[in-house]
């Protein structure tokens, strides 16, 4: 009698003209499973692989991003000591300009080199002439690039040529006679008064002085007066007053002189000597100049106050023609700002009625709050009679809100038929404090 193995063993023959690839023993079979679950681990290892070096890419992409985070902070706080430090030194309180300048030396950030000359500066005012020549020595083995040495070496020139015996501030009224004194500059011959004051800026006089002799300087039409400016505003010497040079050869400077602003614009490394020659185009009125970096910056933040000043410049024809050919939708939305800060009603209400970019057009809807009266009373309300969607509606309560318009919160709640649209308006109302929106709260109290 046969088993059920041989009827099975039999009926397989049978059936397959080719039984060899049919009959596996049993340890064939644990071969071909130790097989499939190797192939898997290396599978799984794989994905695994693949797994752990994605989140490597965040993590490092996350401590880059707060890598930078903390730099900017510390630049931050770095420029606000400095500027303590030198609103101290303006004010003749050296003891706070040397705890404010500490501060930005410990930090050892790009502003450590002029903390340094300004510390010591502050010491010889104090009378502590050895502990400001040992600053200025340290300064110039910290940093032998430094744009400082100049200053630096007639700084200890003078301490060094000064008596022994410790010195007291300088008096206030003595200083104040200077200063009248190159008030009355202004008044005399350019050829002799230049000289006298270019000497001042290159010796160590106080900050009011330099600021002072730099002012008259820059009125003046000798050459070499703009020639001096000229040098200041591209960095060249005297560091601290290179953002006062470019905002006056902005309001004064003639054609040479916005050509030196061209200039410098396109040389400088540095984003805030950019925005500086930004702001002394718009005071100058070179429209043509912020438009083109507008343009073509590519920086994103200098593009986006080019884009600004051309709206406190009223530039919306150039404004208008930039967001029409724009693609890109956070430079719209800079445009738009701008658009708004120039006035310019119709084209944000173009924009709100006719934007295909539903987050552009809602932002256009809210920026038409800022226009008040009747026109931009009048807008936003079209905007919401003549909508049905939610997003847009919303929009425009929150437009009238920013407008103070009461009357048109007022008008909506009693005729709105959504009963979360009307709570919306209502809620607007119960924050504006005005007595309409008083009187119809306490109405809706006594229904």
Same mark, same amino acid.
């Given at each position: 009698m046969m088993t059920v193995g041989a009827v099975l063993v039999a009926w397989t023959l049978a059936s397959d003209p080719d039984p060899v690839d049919r009959l596996v023993?049993?340890? &064939?079979?644990?071969? @071909?499973?130790?097989? $499939?679950? $190797? $192939?898997?681990? /290396?599978?799984?290892? @794989?994905? /695994?692989?693949?797994?752990? #070096?994605? $989140?490597?890419?965040?993590q490092e992409k996350a401590r880059e991003e707060n890598r930078k985070a903390r730099e900017e902070q510390q630049k931050a706080a770095e420029e606000d000591q400095y500027e303590r430090g030198t609103r101290a030194l303006d004010e003749g309180a050296w003891d706070k300009a040397v705890e404010a300048f500490d501060d930005v030396i410990e930090a050892k950030g790009r502003r450590a080199d002029g903390a340094l000359y300004w510390k010591a500066y502050a010491k010889n005012k104090l009378g502590r002439r050895d502990e400001a020549l040992t600053l200025l020595g340290e300064l110039g083995r910290a940093y032998p690039q430094s744009r400082w040495l100049k200053e630096v070496r007639? =700084?200890?020139?003078? +301490?060094?040529?000064?008596? #022994?015996?410790?010195?007291?501030? &300088? %008096? !206030?009224?003595?200083?104040?006679?200077? !200063?009248?004194? +190159? %008030? #009355? =500059? =202004? %008044?005399?011959?350019?050829? @002799?008064? !230049?000289?006298?004051?270019?000497?001042?800026? /290159? #010796?160590?006089?106080s900050r009011k002085l330099q600021d002072r002799a730099l002012f008259v300087l820059s009125q003046s039409g000798s050459p070499r007066a703009r020639e001096i400016v000229v040098k200041i505003a591209q960095g060249d010497t005297q560091p601290d007053l290179q953002r006062k040079a470019i905002q006056y050869l902005g309001m004064f400077g003639g054609k040479e002189s916005r050509q030196a602003l061209v200039q410098i614009y396109a040389t400088s490394t540095e984003r805030s000597v950019k925005k500086s020659v930004l702001q002394a185009f718009m005071v100058s009125g070179e429209k043509d100049r912020v438009l083109e970096a507008a343009r073509s910056e590519k920086d994103p933040e200098l593009r986006r106050d080019a884009i600004h000043t051309l709206g406190v410049m009223g530039a919306q024809a150039e404004l208008w023609t930039m967001y029409q050919a724009e693609t890109v939708s956070a430079t719209k939305k800079a445009v738009l700002q701008a658009l708004a800060v120039g006035g310019a009603i119709d084209r944000i209400l173009e924009v709100a009625k006719a934007e295909k970019d539903p987050e552009i057009r809602l932002d256009a809807i809210q920026k038409l709050g800022i226009f008040g009266g009747k026109r931009g009373a009048d807008a936003v309300m079209e905007m919401y009679k003549g909508e049905t969607d939610r997003r847009v509606r919303e929009a425009a309560l929150q437009a009238l809100f920013v407008q103070g318009n009461a009357p048109g919160l007022i008008e909506i709640a009693r005729a709105e038929k959504d009963p979360e649209l009307k709570k919306r308006a209502v809620t607007h109302l119960s924050h504006m404090g005005s007595k309409e929106a008083t009187d119809f709260l306490i109405e809706i109290l006594n229904r």
């Open positions: 023993t049993p340890a &064939e079979e644990q071969v @071909r499973a130790r097989e $499939a679950q $190797a $192939a898997a681990a /290396q599978d799984a290892a @794989r994905q /695994q692989a693949r797994l752990d #070096g994605h $989140a490597r890419e965040e007639a =700084l200890d020139v003078e +301490i060094r040529q000064q008596s #022994g015996q410790a010195t007291r501030p &300088e %008096n !206030v009224d003595d200083e104040d006679l200077k !200063v009248m004194a +190159i %008030n #009355g =500059l =202004l %008044n005399t011959d350019p050829e @002799r008064a !230049v000289p006298m004051l270019e000497k001042l800026l /290159q #010796g160590t006089p």
